[in-house]
């Protein structure tokens, strides 16, 4: 199974920062990476697919690069609305697997 | 609009059965792929099963492979899961999760809102 790995587990930004998250594969995966925004008790929200494909309806300070096995989602400036956990997921190959999130709270 | 509904969850004893249900609308079903995806409390997300859009080709995660099992009906834009021989640590949030029409490799692009299943005695 293909592992993957979020850092950091958690960061204290404020409105209007840069903020970066890394996500890395245990082997390669090509840029079958998806990137997903969850708020407390809601579902999982679809942010970014092929590594760096924006959703529609996406706000575009969000950006996704990375092939291989190192991936980066970036909030070119943070909105009272990002604050939330991200998680990454490969879509290289079965059983379909998820980063352990990264929780963005209010500094 | 582009829509996933699941339902069925519930309390249930160690040992016990459930099935979930999840109704799509919005979209031809029976073109797309669908997932359950998992999240115990206040842990992550865990990827549990596919079921391809014509039902023929299915997938597990090994936690719950020989347990549970993935179906669906496409004359009634359904999805379910049958989930046997349950376990404390089955207990979770189920999302039911609509495939990106482009393909697996894509990611999944529309959730329900979740079903809570709860194991314990």
């Known amino acids: 199974d293909i592992q993957m790995t979020q850092s950091p587990s958690s960061v204290s930004a404020s409105v209007g920062d840069r903020v970066t998250i890394t996500c890395r594969a245990s082997q390669g995966i090509s840029n079958w990476l998806a990137w997903y925004q969850q708020k407390p008790g809601k579902a999982p929200k679809f942010l970014i697919y092929?590594?760096?494909s924006l959703q529609s309806g996406v706000p575009s300070r969000f950006s996704g690069s990375g092939s291989g096995t190192d991936f980066t989602l970036t909030i070119s400036s943070l909105q009272p609305e990002d604050f939330a956990t991200y998680y990454c997921q490969q879509g290289n190959s079965f059983p379909l697997t998820f980063g352990g999130g990264t929780r963005v709270e209010i500094k | 609009e582009v829509q996933v509904l699941e339902s069925g969850g519930g309390l249930v004893q160690p040992g016990g059965s459930l099935r979930l249900s999840c109704v799509g609308s919005g979209y031809t079903f029976s073109r797309i792929s669908m997932n359950w995806v998992r999240q115990a409390p206040g842990k992550g997300l865990e990827w549990v099963s596919v079921i391809s859009g014509n039902g023929r080709s299915t997938e597990y995660a090994d936690s719950v492979k020989g347990r549970f099992t993935i179906s669906r009906d496409n004359s009634k834009n359904t999805v379910h899961l049958q989930m046997n021989s349950l376990r404390a640590e089955d207990t979770a949030v189920y999302y039911c999760?609509?495939?990106?029409?482009?393909?697996?490799?894509?990611?999944?692009?529309?959730w329900g809102q979740g079903t809570t299943v709860t194991v314990s005695s």
């Open positions: 999760a609509k495939e990106e029409p482009k393909g697996y490799h894509y990611g999944m692009d529309v």
């Open positions: 092929a590594a760096s």
